[in-house]
């Protein structure tokens, strides 16, 4: 990842890239072949072609910058292992991974994670949502990676923390502190 502070593409920009591209690998004539190799990728690893193809028609703009490659493969990657109905605008991603029953020190690891390590962290956790049926707002997977500036970082983590604690089953909330004597 680059070292030098970058922020997404606006978020109206942002939403309508993820969209178009969760849609295009949404439908059935999407090739299988495609959804394979994506889903075959790993970090580190060549970016398979499908993802430029993918990219070049129908995200609607030129490729990512070099350091960002990686990073919107890893967002494809999301599309296709959450599958057709990935990109839910309507459902947080702290929502669906409180409700799915994610850990907290899972959450804590992601959310804290440095840029090289928080691709491969944000994988588990959507696997685990997949093997569950959850699907979510893919815009805030994106913004959670695509951020580097600290403060911005910072705001993309509270809305996911705010919304994993919001929808945290009660049975599972850390109890209140006492306030009156032992």
């Not at 970016?47 to 990219?55: D, G, I, N, S």
């Not at 959450?82 to 459902?91: V, W």
């Not at 809305?159 to 919001?166: G, K, Q, S, T, W």
Request: with cysteine; aromatic share 8%; charged share 25%.
């Amino acid at each position: 990842m680059n070292a030098q502070a970058t922020v997404p593409p606006q978020e109206s920009s942002l939403a309508s890239t993820i969209t178009r591209l969760a849609t295009a690998i949404g439908k059935p004539h999407y090739p299988t072949g495609d959804r394979a190799a994506i889903r075959r990728w790993a970090p580190r690893q060549a970016v398979p072609l499908a993802f430029y193809r993918l990219w070049l028609r129908h995200a609607d703009a030129g490729l990512p910058s070099q350091g960002q490659t990686e990073v919107w493969q890893t967002i494809v990657w999301c599309m296709v292992t959450l599958g057709e109905s990935a990109h839910t605008p309507s459902r947080r991603l702290g929502q669906a991974l409180a409700e799915s029953r994610y850990s907290e020190g899972r959450l804590e690891r992601l959310l804290s994670a440095p840029d090289e390590v928080r691709p491969e962290l944000l994988m588990s956790a959507v696997r685990f949502l997949a093997a569950k049926g959850e699907c979510f707002d893919l815009v805030e997977a994106a913004q959670l990676l695509l951020t580097t500036d600290e403060d911005r970082r910072e705001s993309v983590n509270r809305r996911i923390a705010e919304a994993f604690y919001r929808y945290l089953p009660k049975n599972r909330r850390p109890p209140a502190l006492s306030s009156g004597p032992i």
